[in-house]
Antibody, heavy 117, light 107 residues
Framework: QITLKESGPTLVKPTQTLTLTCTFS??????????VGWIRQPPGKALEWLAL???????RYSPSLKSRLTITKDTSKNQVVLTMTNMDPVDTATYYC?????????WGQGTLVTVSS | DIQMTQSPSSLSASVGDRVTITCRAS??????LNWYQQKPGKAPKLLIS???SLQNGAPSRFSGSGSGTEFTLTIGSLQPEDFATYYC?????????FGQGTKVDLK
């Protein structure tokens, strides 16, 4: 059974750095073709794809956010970490981590991050 | 980025209706088109991958078709549990972009 779960702060202040951790089970991020990534959804709005890291450490980012994002993995811990710098109230959203193979196959439950002073 | 445009943005339908949602890509994406269903307060769920491959557990009333730049999701006979928001997404090239969503509600 494949599961993913996001963890991190629920509230951050403007200009701070957000660090989210995705802990997954049921698959290996060392298997060829497998990736884990992040997607967010502001309240009442559409999904926005953010970043993806593949089994071979290839990293892909949304061009509009690339300067603010870093994605890393710890295969031994089955974890993927996303950092986003210089947070702003417009970054308030539910952040999902998800496995990526041919599609966004399995999703975590999501974590709501609010950016407010 | 490849832009994905869904139509309509919302629709009202009755139980038993046949429903079709269209998704257009700004450039060719071969068959790398996926559909997701999202219910309020829940994470999206993969419904159909690679244009027409129904995921395990998804009802057979859902089907997908298309190629290149134009794709459709069809719900053969709408059921009460199908009222949700549907998103298309391309996985041809990163960034893996989503459509803006189509909300299906009760007429």
């Amino acid at each position: 059974q494949i599961t993913l779960k996001e963890s991190g702060p629920t509230l951050v202040k403007p200009t701070q750095t957000l660090t989210l951790t995705c802990t997954f089970s049921g698959f290996s991020l060392s298997s060829s073709g497998v990736g884990v990534g992040w997607i967010r959804q502001p309240p009442g709005k559409a999904l926005e794809w953010l970043a993806l890291i593949y089994w071979d450490d290839d990293k892909r980012y949304s061009p509009s956010l690339k300067s603010r994002l870093t994605i890393t993995k710890d295969t031994s811990k089955n974890q993927v970490v996303l950092t986003m710098t210089n947070m702003d109230p417009v970054d308030t959203a539910t952040y999902y981590c998800a496995s990526h193979v041919v599609a966004v196959d399995y999703w975590g439950q999501g974590t709501l991050v609010t950016v407010s002073s | 980025d490849i832009q994905m445009t869904q139509s309509p943005s919302s629709l009202s339908a009755s139980v038993g209706d046949r429903v079709t949602i269209t998704c257009r890509a700004s450039q060719t994406i071969s068959n790398y088109l996926n559909w997701y269903q999202q219910k309020p307060g829940k994470a999206p769920k993969l419904l159909i991958s690679l244009t027409s491959s129904l995921q395990n557990g998804a009802p057979s009333r859902f089907s997908g078709s298309g190629s290149g730049t134009e794709f459709t999701l069809t719900i053969g006979s709408l059921q009460p549990e199908d009222f949700a928001t549907y998103y298309c997404q391309q996985s041809h090239r990163t960034p893996w972009t989503f459509g803006q969503g189509t909300k299906v509600d009760l007429k």
